[in-house]
């Protein structure tokens, strides 16, 4: 448990780096410098005044210098990440698989609140969480995926670390693939973008790490999801179905989550 509580405690700095990311990384801003500021004022953010949820309760959600209100996005994201964190590691232990798991978390977080509020999926979430999913697939096995009988089927049998591997990336390829290939039919038949490429991207990272099952079940989870909450919240707001723009990113990262707590935990390793 201690464990737990500690790596929640790192999850609530993640979690206010992931803030910074989610703000600037959309606005080809660094996010190293420079220090954090008020968006409406401009004014620096002292170090007392940037502490993970107890700033934010101390102040009252507002900044010290203007007053204005802070976006609730800010305590969401670190307690959210805190949250990802304790319970991988609590169901993992101190462990590479919890340290793939709370990866994966950070970065989904950060694709679900850029995509929900700008619209745009960072390639430094998305891409790197490719790359990032494929080496962790070598040091932590992709188990019971349905890569081994497709390459035993095509004459290819791997085993180990390489079919790990294999998973990794047919699990990102063939679903992201695909994905694109409907958003490409879709261009052509409608003649207006129905998906942006930053959602391919962001498949395939999912499926990086989680494999082709894993990745499959996102999509289908994150599609049921955007369906059913996006067609009442258009109904709801009375806005204009064929001109809405959907954060179909904002689902997959919800979807991805879920299908990663379900696997991670006791449950899914019984």
């Not at 609530?12 to 190293?32: E, K, T």
């Not at 079940?217 to 959907?246: A, F, M, N, P, W």
């Amino acid at each position: 448990m201690l464990d737990a509580v500690l790596a929640a405690l790192f999850g609530l700095l993640i979690g206010s780096f992931l803030n910074v990311c989610i703000y600037r990384l959309p606005r080809d801003l660094s996010v190293v410098r420079p220090r954090s500021f008020c968006p409406h004022c401009e004014k620096t953010i002292a170090w007392n005044d940037n502490v993970p949820l107890l700033s934010f309760l101390l102040l009252k959600g507002r900044c010290r210098h203007c007053g204005q209100s802070i976006p609730a996005r800010y305590p969401i994201v670190e307690a959210l990440t805190a949250g990802l964190f304790f319970a991988f590691v609590l169901f993992l232990g101190p462990s590479l698989a919890a340290l793939k798991y709370c990866l994966l978390a950070s970065l989904l977080v950060g694709m679900i609140f850029a995509d929900l509020e700008e619209r745009i999926l960072p390639d430094e979430f998305t891409v790197g969480g490719f790359v990032a999913g494929l080496a962790f697939s070598w040091v932590i096995p992709i188990a019971d995926g349905p890569t081994e009988f497709l390459l035993a089927v095509a004459g290819v049998p791997l085993k180990g670390n390489a079919l790990s591997l294999a998973e990794s990336f047919l699990g990102a390829v063939l679903p992201s693939g695909f994905l694109w290939l409907t958003g490409v039919l879709f261009e052509k038949v409608r003649h207006k973008e129905g998906l942006g490429f930053g959602d391919v991207k962001m498949v395939a990272a999912i499926g990086a790490f989680l494999g082709l099952r894993g990745n499959l079940q996102t999509l289908i989870l994150g599609s049921l999801l955007g369906s059913g909450i996006g067609l009442v919240y258009i109904l709801v707001s009375r806005k204009d179905h064929s001109s809405y723009e959907l954060p179909f990113g904002s689902f997959l990262g919800i979807a991805a989550i879920a299908i990663s707590i379900i696997g991670a935990g006791p449950w899914g390793r019984s």
